[in-house]
T-cell receptor, first 111, second 113 residues
Framework: QKEVEQNSGPLSVPEGAIASLNCTYS??????FFWYRQYSGKSPELIMF????GDKEDGRFTAQLNKASQYVSLLIRDSQPSDSATYLC???????????FGRGTSLIVHP | GAGVSQSPSNKVTEKGKDVELRCDPI?????LYWYRQSLGQGLEFLIY????????KSGLPSDRFSAERTGGSVSTLTIQRTQQEDSAVYLC???????????FGDGTRLSIL
């Protein structure tokens, strides 16, 4: 089973700052990743996916994948209080692989 | 288009009773997953269905847990002889195929008294 590690946090940043969320993984075969956001009391929802090495930008969000160092990160620019949530990373499943999510990093954006 | 639908949204029952949780996935999605999430914890994988293949039951915590998926669509998770440690939110997700992002339902909050 592919292992995914995330710092549970909480990560606290002021409004307007850049929030950096990191995820490390153990399986060098992992080729791509999903980032999910989970608000308190709600279900996870997909916010980003990255399929190749390097950066992928979508609005205020940038996902970064570094296969050599086996980490994937999510940057949130101009953080807003509404970004306060838990962020989960997950390797893209395939074959007989059991779906795995990191435990998530709790982000708090304070005004 | 409808998302993943789960019912009931809340279930309170006495220890020792059986419960059935229902999941109606997004139409056309071949993969269906069940997870359990305890308060403040991560997602615990329970079981996975892919099309008509035999389900991957490797995450089921005990033989009191079972699940079926009828006609490749609706799924039911059954917990027999419930225990207090079964109290959690049970989440269902579906995806177009195994390697695509998962879409989650709103979950069933199960409380065992």
């Amino acid at each position: 089973q592919k292992e995914v590690e995330q710092n549970s946090g909480p990560l606290s940043v002021p409004e307007g700052a850049i929030a950096s969320l990191n995820c490390t993984y153990s399986d060098r075969g992992s080729q791509s990743f999903f980032w999910y956001r989970q608000y308190s009391g709600k279900s996870p929802e997909l916010i980003m996916f990255i399929y190749s090495n390097g950066d992928k930008e979508d609005g205020r969000f940038t996902a970064q994948l570094n296969k050599a160092s086996q980490y994937v990160s999510l940057l949130i620019r101009d953080s807003q209080p509404s970004d306060s949530a838990t962020y989960l990373c997950a390797p893209r499943p395939g074959g007989s692989y059991i779906p795995t999510f990191g435990r998530g990093t709790s982000l708090i954006v304070h005004p | 288009g409808a998302g993943v639908s789960q019912s009931p949204s809340n279930k309170v029952t006495e220890k020792g009773k059986d419960v059935e949780l229902r999941c109606d996935p997004i139409s056309g999605h071949t993969a269906l997953y069940w997870y359990r999430q305890s308060l403040g914890q991560g997602l615990e994988f329970l079981i996975y269905f892919q099309g008509n293949s035999a389900p991957d039951k490797s995450g089921l915590p005990s033989d009191r847990f079972s699940a079926e998926r009828t006609g490749g669509s609706v799924s039911t998770l059954t917990i027999q002889r419930t225990q207090q440690e079964d109290s959690a939110v049970y989440l269902c997700a579906s995806s177009f195929s195994q390697d695509q992002p998962q879409h989650f339902g709103d979950g069933t909050r199960l409380s065992i008294l």
